[in-house]
């Protein structure tokens, strides 16, 4: 990315939809761009996710497992792993991910020259995440966040230097359900697109022109995982989505139905195509693989359910001594009563201590069956195939800068993709290696081979004053994405499993 993506933001980070009859034509490639009667093309060819996924190269759409894949599959909300057996769970995650090179972010070639080629002064990107699960259902939010700081960048408003922040924010609301006792899982949601961009010397907006948009679009993803088998298949579609601009300061509109802001000829959209892909995965090796989720409830079933007798049973003593102790009668009635109850409360409080007792030793079982029983070492195995839609008259974001033709987006686009994952140091570190190819979305240039490696470290067992199990291990995760002109590192932290 160079500050040619960083001017594109200033300038439309969106427009209002407007008729393009009347406008002139967009001219072939290498012309000025002298109309307002085109589109951009917002593709990023580039995998940004958690550090398991672009590690994998972003082959992930059939391990959908938490906040790590909801990027990639919706579904991931709602898949219940057996690592949790309690009746609800919960996910939080948190990634980074800085492109130390970044020279040709979009792969658009050097159509424009050197000028593109401008070195930026910050670029990076942050993915938090939280999902809250309730047996097979499961709702969440994860965010893909892109921070830009250009210094150097001419202020329209001021024809002076200065420094351009730019913020662009997509969140993910989606909510999803396990069928077939969670081997079929389906997820869904909005996605809301949130694009800023302002000149200020600090993180928060205090003066210069802004510009900022918004567009809303939906996201579906579907895996399916038979128990106890070593595949999967994943699905997930991200149907178009375009943003609208809310003009204002020196945005014009002209006589033609131009909008222009300066010399600048403004699009009548910025467009997401739709995008979507399918996913196979295989593991190799002992560990057992696509494993039902088993709640505490269910494992202890027979000893809960003599409990559960037993109680009744107790409850129909105490009514019967209740009842015999009214009929009775007597001046101290109301002191039998009170006796009775007591000593029946005392039995009601062994029985829930029981209860209680059942199920948490049900949760150890359950637990280190999963962390210590199960063999940890396997070799897993996934591909994907992503595709990018058409945009009609679409241009690149470095073309919309220069106000220069380079049009994007005129064919559908293909992405193969293929990682693989193994724990080589049982319980202490996982290795990830992939490949994928980014296609280009222009006719001047050709697809770019990406290489993707990563690793997670089990690094520190700690409660978070006891917000989490007494035995829940924290992992640090890094990845690297290294292709011609773009190199990235991804860092994060979550839970170790």
């Known amino acids: 990315m160079t500050k040619t993506c960083a001017r594109y933001f200033l300038l439309i980070a969106v427009v209002a939809e407007m008729p393009a009859r009347g406008l002139a034509q967009l001219g072939p490639d290498g012309t000025p761009i002298t109309t307002s009667n085109y589109t951009i093309d917002l593709t990023r060819g580039v995998v940004i996710s958690t550090s398991r996924v672009t590690g994998l190269a972003g082959a992930a759409t059939s391990l959908a497992e938490g906040v790590q894949g909801g990027l990639q599959n919706p579904a991931a909300v709602a898949w219940r792993g057996p690592q949790w057996p309690d009746w609800y769970d919960y996910w939080l995650a948190f990634g980074v991910t800085y492109p130390f090179q970044s020279g040709d972010f979009y792969n658009s070639g050097e159509i424009f020259g050197e000028a593109q080629n401008v070195e930026e002064d910050g670029l990076f990107f942050l993915i938090p995440g939280a999902y809250w699960q309730m047996w097979n259902f499961g709702i969440g939010l994860t965010i893909d966040a892109q921070f830009v700081s250009l210094k150097g960048v001419e202020n329209p408003s001021t024809m002076q230097p200065d420094q351009l922040r730019l913020r662009f924010t997509t969140f993910h609301i989606q909510a999803g359900y396990g069928f077939l006792d969670g081997q079929l899982v389906i997820g869904g949601g909005l996605r809301i697109l949130r694009q800023r961009a302002f000149f200020s010397d600090r993180l928060v907006n205090k003066g210069g022109e802004e510009f900022d948009s918004l567009g ?120 039998c009563i009170r006796v009775i109850e007591e000593r029946y409360k005392r039995k009601y409080a062994q029985i829930k201590h029981w209860r209680q007792q059942v199920k948490r030793q049900a949760w150890e079982v359950l637990r280190n069956r999963y962390r210590n029983e199960w063999p940890r070492r396997y070799h897993l195995l ?116």
């Open 216 to 335: 809303l679009g939906g996201e579906v993803g579907i895996m399916f995982q038979p128990h106890d088998k070593r595949w999967r298949l994943g699905a997930s579609l991200y149907p178009q989505m375009d943003t609208g601009l809310r003009t204002r300061g020196d945005v014009v509109r002209t006589l033609d139905g131009d909008i222009t802001f300066g010399t600048f000829f403004l699009p009548r959209s910025t467009e997401l195509p739709t995008s979507g892909g399918v996913g196979f995965s295989y593991q190799f090796g002992p560990r057992p693989t696509n494993q039902p989720w088993v709640s505490v409830e269910k494992l202890a079933a027979p000893e809960l359910e003599r409990l559960e007798r037993r109680e009744r049973q107790v409850r129909e003593a105490e009514q019967r001594e209740l009842a015999a102790a009214r009929a009775r009668g007597g001046p101290d009635l109301d002191e």
């Open 382 to 497: 996934t591909v994907d195939l992503w595709f990018t839609g058409r945009v009609t008259d679409g241009v690149g974001v470095e073309s919309f800068l220069f106000q220069t033709v380079q049009r994007s987006g005129e064919k559908v686009t293909l992405s193969p993709r293929i990682g693989y994952e193994s724990e080589p140091w049982p319980k202490r570190m996982k290795v990830r290696v992939g490949s994928y190819v980014e296609p280009s979305r222009f006719a001047a240039t050709a697809a770019r081979l990406h290489v993707t490696f990563g690793i997670d470290i089990n690094v520190l067992k700690w409660n978070v004053f006891g917000l989490w199990p007494d035995d829940y291990r924290w992992q640090i995760s890094t990845s690297f994405d290294i292709a011609a002109e773009y190199q990235a590192v991804s860092l994060g932290i979550g839970g170790w499993y």
